[in-house]
């Protein structure tokens, strides 16, 4: 249990990374001819949007994903909304990398003197509820606290309810998977009997249901782009096609194009709670610019 609960959080932290040289692409055929197969960590290209960063580091997403897991690992393994919040903040004083709308309404929002309870946007992006690796890490063995951490990070940025509903879905559904369920299986039952909106019951029928199709394909079908309804379902359709094989579904991933960070940080979340350590490449883990730190938050908690 402890290997895979490591595993999930290093299998996001990969994934995002993975995505970051072909990141918001959203042709498919120009990412392969541009990097041919992305089953390795990439250099951002001088006309990315992540251009400035080296290859190993993280998205603005996993960024963020990574102060969520330094503000747990401080206050001993337990969620904090007031110091993620603060840190959070703090990430954006002087970042570097690319600020997208849903932040930039967030620190407006607490310029403004609203609290984390207040300051969320009404984004609709994913990218709020696929932080959650560091929560389900810490909290496995209190489902009820994990979810309600779950909603409150991603609240905090992306106040949209089918979007808090996600960050409560995948993180249950990662806790099956740790559990022993296989992805594909978690993912039905968690759908059957979550109490989620019927749209978010129907995304994850589709999903389940394109697991025959390739994934250009069904990811194209669904919408490549930022929005819960098409990327929600894309995610599910990942991890149902390549539950089998960890590598496969995030190059996979980053090949379908568009949005593939915040998919990505999902499915490599949900792969590496069911396959373990020995199933993430090693030279993904090695790659990571911010390796030493996440090992030493990941110390901090053990």
Not at 53 to 63: A, V
Not at 77 to 106: I, N, Q
Not at 233 to 238: D, G, K, N, R, W
Request: charged content about 25%; aromatic content about 8%.
């Amino acid at each position: 249990m402890t290997d895979k609960r490591e595993a999930l959080v290093w299998g996001a932290f990969v994934a995002d990374s993975l995505a970051l040289g072909a990141h918001w692409i959203y042709d498919p055929e120009a990412i392969r001819e541009r990097f041919g197969t992305v089953d390795r960590l990439l250099e951002p290209p001088p006309d990315s949007y992540h251009a400035g960063k080296r290859r190993g580091d993280l998205t603005h997403y996993g960024d963020q994903t990574l102060v969520l897991l330094e503000s747990v690992a401080a206050k001993g393994g337990a969620f904090d909304l007031l110091d993620f919040s603060e840190r959070w903040r703090g990430l954006f004083r002087d970042y570097r990398g690319y600020v997208d709308k849903a932040t930039r309404g967030t620190l407006e929002k607490f310029e403004e003197g609203n609290s984390p309870q207040e300051s969320g946007s009404s984004s609709s992006d994913l990218a709020g509820a696929s932080r959650i690796a560091p929560i389900v890490f810490a909290l496995a063995d209190d489902p009820e606290a994990c979810l309600h951490a779950a909603r409150a990070q991603t609240a905090m940025t992306h106040n949209h309810p089918q979007v808090v509903e996600a960050a409560a879905f995948f993180a249950l559904t990662t806790l099956r998977v740790l559990q022993g369920r296989r992805p594909s299986r978690a993912l039905a039952e968690v759908a059957s009997e979550m109490p989620a909106s019927p749209r978010l019951q129907e995304w994850v029928r589709r999903g389940l249901e394109s697991a025959s199709e390739e994934t250009v394909e069904a990811v194209g079908a669904f919408g490549r782009g930022c929005p819960v309804q098409a990327a929600f379902p894309a995610t599910v359709h990942l991890l149902a096609r390549h539950e089998k094989d960890f590598r496969q579904a995030l190059a996979a991933n980053v090949m379908a194009g568009g949005d593939s960070a915040a998919r990505g940080l999902l499915v490599g979340m949900v792969l590496g709670a069911h396959h373990g350590l020995q199933a993430v490449p090693s030279d993904w883990i090695e790659g990571l610019r911010a390796r030493p730190a996440i090992a030493s938050f990941l110390q901090a908690m053990a």
